[in-house]
């Protein structure tokens, strides 16, 4: 992993879609502690099990969300593309990542701190409500997947 | 093998007279050329006319009905190049008896070949617009001869996004020309898997997620998509998003076929006989019913 920058007001100066229409407060507020992080192919970006501080805003590249079991192999679930973002265990109990990130791509991240946040969206949360509609479709589109992966629609296509 | 239940003998009997070659209900005989494993299920048989001189002519997203004597008929979509009026190409899954005894087919067996049947792909219709393919597991054999004729006259076609998408890698078909067309400059593939393992570096989601990403323009584009109804119809929902209109979005249906010429009723779908109104209908045709139970 590469650390490219500690910047006061990273965010200000970047372009992603997640940041659209953000306050620039919010903007700076957010920019403690980030960092803009590179990764290598199969590089793991965090492991499943680890206390989750980060949220992720992807740059660049590809990432793959695995799930491991002790007696099973690895499965890749879904995968996160540059322009989206990874990451919302930081929000809900235990705090925990329930998934493993390994880089598919040379993939560069902003990796926002969640302890920032959390302190942030207390003070104002007008900027935490709109943190969370811009990412609840995220997570509903996700969910939404999930179900159609679980059904195993192709299973009896062509029956 | 199956195939030989019925004497050779008599099946030259039965197809000796050019006035039962016309009859649509009589199978022609054909030859299994070649058997290609796709996947663990899914077998591609290449099929040549037991009499040499025949050609055999379809439109891409046309069917077949393909009879494995002593076991029985299936429709299968045509999954070969139109160009090509010397073999026919047909990808089938294993899933109940006839299909099953497709699949356990090999080089030399004969079957019967009746068709083709349906109306196709409204290829003409997409000339001059961006065209978008959105196909989900086998949905994949009856598009691929649309993807041939767009190649084929790839400039009678503005901007080309296909999006295939398939249960595991290993589930993928026709793997070395997916190699191909991904590298292509001509066309845009996407693929995608809903389980992937470590050997799979590509997207993991299914076909919708990556709607998003492609490139249209809503006001002079056409999509074609096969797959499962319930992917078929939230890709066309995603599309109506994107500003593409219904009577732009076809999908090709599959339902249980047996005469392939409208007359038997199986497949009615609505107010709709699949095997002879489609298999491909604009999705404006079909919406309504969509949504009703055991339509």
């Keep these: 992993m590469k650390n490219n920058s500690k910047d006061c007001a990273l965010l200000t100066n970047i372009k992603h879609p997640f940041l659209e229409n953000f306050s620039e407060r919010f903007l700076i507020a957010a920019s403690e502690n980030a960092r803009e992080l590179e990764f290598n192919v199969n590089e793991i970006i965090f492991s499943r099990g680890e206390r989750a501080e980060k949220f992720y805003l992807v740059m660049e590249g590809k990432i793959g969300l695995e799930i491991d079991a002790p007696d099973h192999p690895s499965v890749r679930v ?35 701190d969640a302890f920032v946040l959390h302190r942030y969206f207390k003070l104002h949360p007008e900027d935490g409500y709109l943190f969370c509609l811009r990412l609840l479709p995220v997570i509903a589109e996700r969910l939404d997947e999930t179900r159609l992966q679980l059904i195993n629609l192709y299973d009896r296509y062509g029956d | 093998m199956i195939g030989m239940v019925i004497k050779m003998s008599n099946i030259n009997q039965l197809f000796e007279s050019d006035k039962n070659r016309e009859n649509p209900h009589l199978p022609l005989p054909f030859i299994v050329e070649d058997r290609f494993q796709e996947t663990p299920d899914t077998v591609s048989l290449t099929l040549v006319p037991e009499n040499p001189g025949k050609i055999f002519t379809f439109s891409p997203g046309q069917f077949n009905m393909l009879y494995v004597f002593g076991v029985g008929e299936c429709a299968i979509s045509i999954s070969g190049n139109a160009m090509n009026t010397q073999r026919l190409i047909h990808t089938v899954r294993s899933v109940g008896k006839i299909s099953n005894a497709l699949t356990n087919l090999k080089p030399g067996d004969t079957i019967g070949v009746r068709g083709p049947f349906g109306n196709g792909w409204p290829f003409a219709e997409a000339r001059g617009k961006d065209l978008i393919i959105v196909a989900g597991g086998l949905g994949l054999a009856p598009l691929r001869p649309m993807i041939y ?15 295939y998408g398939a249960r595991t890698p290993r589930d993928l078909l026709y793997k070395e020309e997916l190699q191909v067309w991904r590298k292509s400059s001509e066309i845009r593939l996407q693929v995608t898997v809903d389980i992937g393992d470590r050997e799979w570096y590509g997207d993991i989601g299914m076909v919708t997620s990556r709607i998003p990403d492609i490139k249209f323009d809503p006001s002079n584009s056409i999509a074609f998509i096969c797959g499962p109804e319930i992917m078929m119809h939230s890709v066309a929902e995603m599309l109506e998003l994107r500003g593409l209109q219904s009577n732009n979005v076809y999908f090709s249906m599959e339902r249980n076929m047996k005469c392939g010429m409208g007359q038997c009723g199986h497949c009615q779908f609505g107010p709709y006989f699949v095997c002879r109104d489609g298999p491909v209908f604009p999705y404006s045709k079909l919406e309504k019913f969509m949504s009703v139970k055991e339509v």
Excluded at chain 1, 78 to 103: E, F, I
Excluded at chain 2, 157 to 163: K, L
Aim: net charge positive; aromatic share 10%; no cysteine.
């Design chain 1, 78 to 112: 879904h995968t996160v593309d540059s322009n989206r973002v990874m990451g919302w265990s930081w929000l809900v109990p235990p705090y925990k990542w329930t998934v493993t990130a390994r880089a598919l791509k040379k993939t560069r991240v902003i990796a926002l």
């Design chain 2, 149 to 163: 004729e767009v190649l084929s006259h790839r400039d009678l076609y503005r901007r080309v996004e296909i999006v």
